[in-house]
């Protein structure tokens, strides 16, 4: 029951990151990103969800 409910916590996570990542990526130039530093942010965040993912999917 956990992990099925972890799992969808990730899924809506993942898509939630992925539209703020797009959103960012729009908005900003490149100088901008490489100075801030949100885009390692994004990337980041996204392989930590994913890592916690497969993680639960495994336990399944």
Known sequence: M???FTIIICVIAILFNSYGWMNYN????????????WNSFYMISTFLIIVVLIMRIEKM
Not at 26 to 37: A, H, L, M, Y
């Open 2 to 4: 956990w992990n099925i």
């Open 26 to 37: 729009k908005t900003t130039d490149k100088v901008t990103r490489k100075k801030e530093g």
